[in-house]
């Protein structure tokens, strides 16, 4: 019951606040300050999800051998580390067997945003690694393998995570779930896991 109350929980709010952000940028995509209503939108569902997660206790099975804060903080390292050779490794890939693009679609018009409207980081840096990691780790894979094989859990989550980042980089998505999935595996803590992601997004800020 636990299980199902969080997962529904989190679930729920993270498609609420998906349609809200498509609808608002639909019916006021024009307006001047459409941006600071998707940054305040999008910190108010992840601070609904945080609630829920914590109202909703429960502890998957990955969550009940935890790493101490130090391993898990080397496991972020290592998780960084090979989030930024993957993505490297499957843009060259993609490119030279399927003549992708080097850059993601998605990323680049989220930068072109961001450039413009500097408080829009906040949801690529902040938000956005935050409801995507309790929704496809701490859900989908942690407490899905709960009633199934975590096998699995973890082809569900990254498909699904590959498919919500839908721009052609699917190899890029897909190791990229891997490897936040191996980092939430190995530390039984989605904080981690959200800390890799969040540096990865703050790195592409940086670099962009």
């Given amino acids: ?22 609808l608002s940028s639909y019916f006021w995509g ?10 305040l939108l999008n ?8 609630a829920f997660n914590h109202h909703f206790s429960f502890q998957n099975h990955f969550e009940k051998k935890k790493a101490t804060w130090q391993l898990s903080l080397v496991w972020v390292v290592v998780g960084f580390i090979g989030l930024l050779l993957s993505q490297a490794i499957a843009l060259f890939i993609e490119s030279f067997f399927f ?4 850059s993601s679609t998605n990323t680049q018009t989220l930068l072109t945003i961001a450039k413009s409207y500097p408080y829009y980081s906040l949801v690529i840096v902040l938000a956005a690694p935050v409801m995507e990691e309790l929704v496809f780790r701490k859900v989908l894979l942690g407490n899905i393998s709960d009633a199934f094989s975590s096998k699995y859990a973890l082809i569900l989550s990254t498909l699904l995570f ?32 959200i800390a890799c992601h969040l540096a990865l997004n703050l790195f592409i800020i940086f670099n962009s």
């Fill in 99 to 102: 003549h992708q693009t080097l």
């Fill in 162 to 193: 590959v498919l919500a980042h839908n721009d052609g980089h699917f190899l890029v998505y897909a190791l990229m779930g891997l490897i936040l999935s191996g980092v939430y595996f190995k530390t039984g803590r989605i904080e981690a896991s």
């Fill in 43 to 50: 910190l108010f569902g992840m601070g609904l999800m945080l």
């Fill in 1 to 22: 019951m636990t299980n199902s109350k969080n997962s529904l929980a989190l679930v729920i709010t993270y498609f609420i606040t998906l349609n809200l952000v498509s």
């Fill in 30 to 39: 024009h307006s001047h300050n459409i941006y600071l209503y998707l940054t």
